[in-house]
């Protein structure tokens, strides 16, 4: 592959990776929840690193070649993103962002003289079951994400026509190892798109209370839309 084609397929992998879409939408609103939006992004990206292995393997094209198998691909991953985009939107109506330019309790607190008399200092116990709980959560948002990506049968086709046509047999180079290379500048590209979507959403809306619930409340809708654009575009469009 020479240095042409190698550019070419970065420009498409740039601007795959900029079209918002159901990844964006599941970046936006965990970036801005409560905790760290990195496993939800990760989770994300290790999907396309499941792409990148089936189509070395070759099972990619099996997949995409197969009506049956791509049906229940389809099924899984509309079922999965519609409930993704419902629990988003009642999320979102009740989530409670946090604005940065508001005093915290501890200042108000100070300003009024109101000092609390006793804080209880927390047991062993109750740290180690608040760490259980964190790394649940942490661990529940890696996995939503890796079946997001992971179960897009988008995502899949997609690896299955783009990166094909940027082979190269006429090189020493086999072609499984191209794929490979392919694939995982496909993955670099997306690691900085998506953690720089991610930074921006917790930046620029999450000190901002009103615009943050609005974006969540387009975010899981955006999932369900695409999710229902799934289903008849598999299953009513011939």
């Known amino acids: 592959m020479d240095l042409s084609q190698f550019t070419g397929f970065l420009l498409v992998s ?28 990760w989770g994300l990206l290790s999907g396309y ?13 099996l997949v995409a070649s197969s009506p049956s198998l791509l049906l229940w691909l389809t099924a ?3 079922v999965y993103l519609l ?11 009740n989530a409670r962002f946090f604005d940065a330019n508001a005093p915290s309790t501890s200042e108000i607190e100070a300003l009024d003289g109101d000092y ?11 740290v180690a079951l608040l760490d259980k709980v964190r790394h649940r959560s942490l661990r529940g948002q890696f996995l939503k994400g890796l079946l997001t990506s992971g179960t897009n049968p988008k995502a899949l086709l997609l690896y299955v026509a783009l990166i094909p046509q940027y082979l190269d047999s ?3 180079l086999p072609l499984s190892l191209q794929t490979g290379a392919l694939g995982l500048t496909h ?3 997306s690691i900085l798109v998506y953690f720089s979507v991610a930074l921006a959403a917790r930046v620029l809306l999450r000190s901002r209370p009103m615009a943050a619930r609005n974006v969540t409340m387009c975010s899981g809708t955006i999932m369900i839309l695409l999710a229902l654009g799934l ?4 299953f009513f469009v011939a």
């Open 231 to 234: 289903v008849y575009e598999q």
């Open 83 to 93: 409930w993704l985009g419902i629990a988003t939107l009642r999320s979102g109506r």
């Open 49 to 61: 690193l499941v792409h990148t292995a089936l189509l070395v393997c070759g099972i990619a094209a």
């Open 187 to 189: 993955f670099a590209v």
């Open 14 to 41: 740039v601007t795959l990776a900029c079209t918002p879409g159901a990844d964006w939408a599941y970046i936006i609103s965990s970036a801005l929840g409560k905790t760290s939006y990195r496993p939800a992004v």
């Open 116 to 126: 609390p008399r006793s804080n209880p200092e927390p047991t062993d116990s109750t």
């Open 170 to 172: 006429s090189l020493d």
């Open 76 to 78: 899984a991953g509309s």
